[in-house]
T-cell receptor, first 116, second 113 residues
Framework: GAVVSQHPSRVICKSGTSVKIECRSL??????MFWYRQFPKQSLMLMAT?????????EQGVEKDKFLINHASLTLSTLTVTSAHPEDSSFYIC????????????FGPGTRLTVL | KNQVEQSPQSLIILEGKNCTLQ??????????LRWYKQDTGRGPVSLTI?????NTKSNGRYTATLDADTKQSSLHITASQLSDSASYIC????????????FGTGTLLAVQP
């Protein structure tokens, strides 16, 4: 159990377009979902934390109007990169937390975004 | 500032050999320490999670140790296999309501035949 999926796994888009990435907890309800960004040879950096039915909490330096997060249900969170630019090209990873226990956080497989 | 540092940055070993990866942290308050394996282009997969009171935890050929006094952890891989080639990330969870994860930069391990 505890599987988290992301869709799409890879996306290439033109500069100026918007891209939506989905994160789903397949076999559990996620009280909290997290979105991370990872640049090559660097560690994961938390972008935002979202709780179902409430607004996401963004980390310092992350533009909330550029990275729109919607946590519509206990099994689905979406990240929309609006007006994407080449510098937004990165590996985006979500994770989902089941319950409040410390060991109940599971990562998705990631989405590779390339903006041309 | 809460930080997690890992060494070495990269490591090449021959198949069948053992290796040990290091992690030092300055995170406070401390909740738990995790080791993840991240294959290229994939999300991290949990190997071990240790709380303050745990000194060692094993998962197959992976054994993690934790010294909460010196704020150090290690991950020992026994009898390495080609499939062990990946990035190994040490992650420390802050104590408190958020349990925010502080990520190390990882050790890139290459196992060669």
């Amino acid at each position: 159990g505890a599987v988290v999926s992301q869709h799409p796994s890879r996306v290439i888009c033109k500069s100026g377009t918007s891209v939506k990435i989905e994160c789903r907890s397949l076999d559990f309800q996620a009280t909290t979902m997290f979105w991370y960004r990872q640049f090559p040879k660097q560690s994961l950096m938390l972008m935002a934390t979202s709780n179902e039915g409430s607004k996401a909490t963004y980390e310092q330096g992350v533009e909330k109007d550029k990275f729109l997060i919607n946590h519509a249900s206990l099994t689905l969170s979406t990240l929309t990169v609006t007006s994407a630019h080449p510098e937004d090209s990165s590996f985006y990873i979500c994770s989902a937390r089941r319950g409040r226990a410390y060991n109940e956080q599971f990562f998705g497989p990631g989405t590779r975004l390339t903006v041309l | 500032k809460n930080q997690v540092e890992q060494s070495p940055q990269s490591l090449i070993i021959l198949e069948g050999k053992n290796c040990t990866l290091q992690c030092n942290y300055t995170v406070s308050p401390f909740s738990n320490l995790r080791w993840y394996k991240q294959d290229t282009g994939r999300g991290p997969v949990s190997l071990t999670i240790m709380t303050f009171s745990e000194n060692t935890k094993s998962n197959g050929r992976y054994t993690a140790t934790l010294d909460a006094d010196t704020k150090q952890s290690s991950l020992h891989i026994t009898a390495s296999q080609l499939s062990d080639s990946a990035s190994y990330i040490c992650v420390v969870s802050e104590g408190g309501a958020t349990n925010k994860l502080i990520f190390g930069t990882g050790t890139l391990l290459a196992v060669q035949p």
